[in-house]
């Protein structure tokens, strides 16, 4: 079945560095997903890629989906505190439907910590 | 306000004793799915409905319980809660056309001692 991994599983910058984080399919993917958890809440979207090589931008955070659709990237350009958090890309299907299930795939999120 | 309303925020529990999870959206949304969220293991689903009366088992369903009576409605049943179901329970929901962003609710902390 469909797999989404995640790297790396936590990252420690310091304030104003730049960060990535990388997801990759096991299968091609239809579209991919951002989502955003702060500490203590819950995952909030962030952005849908949906065409092969699409580089998306939202102020300081660029996302990028691969020409193949199996791999994508969120990264952070000079990150400050309110950018702490669990950042997670999830695909379409789950691990028993082969892709073809309703439910989304999360990768395993990577851990952002930022060291004023 | 558009939301997802899960209640409660914190459940402490002891093994075997059924409870309930409600999660209530006021989004017209078709879609509604529960995760668990465990350290290491990331976002889980566990069930999913993509309508009234219409649900489906996510990728760890074993020990769940759900139903769809009413479009805005989707709680998730714990018949004989084990240990093993500690964690922290989503609610989600999203339109149903196409692959639309999920909307979480606030999350439940679970213990089941």
């Known amino acids: 079945g469909q797999q989404v991994m995640q790297i790396p599983q936590y990252q420690h910058v310091q304030e104003g560095e730049d960060f990535t984080t990388y997801c990759n399919s096991s299968t091609t993917l239809s579209n991919i997903q951002w989502y955003k958890q702060r500490p203590g809440g819950h995952p909030v979207f962030l952005i849908q890629?949906?065409?092969?090589?699409e580089v998306k931008k939202q102020k300081r955070l660029t996302f990028q989906f691969g020409e193949a659709k199996k791999n994508s990237s969120l990264h952070i350009t000079a990150t400050q505190t309110t950018d702490v958090g669990t950042y997670f890309c999830?695909?379409?299907?789950?691990?028993?439907?082969?892709?073809?299930?309703?439910?989304?795939?999360f990768g395993k999120g990577t851990h952002l910590i930022i060291q004023p | 306000e558009a939301q997802v309303t899960q209640n409660p925020r914190y459940l402490i529990t002891v093994t075997g004793k059924k409870l309930t999870v409600t999660c209530s959206q006021n989004m017209n949304h078709e879609y509604m799915s529960w995760y668990r969220q465990d350290p290491g293991l990331g976002l889980r689903q566990i069930y999913y409905?993509?309508?009234?009366?219409?649900?489906d088992k996510g990728d760890v369903p074993e020990g769940y319980k759900v139903s769809r009576k009413e479009k805005r409605n989707f709680p998730l049943i714990l018949e004989s809660p084990s240990p093993n179901q500690t964690s922290l329970y989503f609610c989600?929901?999203?339109?149903?056309?196409?692959?639309?962003?999920?909307?979480f609710g606030n999350g439940t902390r679970l213990t089941v001692t």
């Open positions: 999830a695909g379409p299907g789950g691990p028993r439907s082969g892709g073809g299930a309703d439910g989304l795939t």
């Open positions: 989600a929901s999203r339109n149903g056309l196409g692959w639309s962003s999920l909307h």
């Open positions: 409905s993509m309508n009234v009366e219409v649900t």
């Open positions: 890629l949906v065409k092969s090589g």
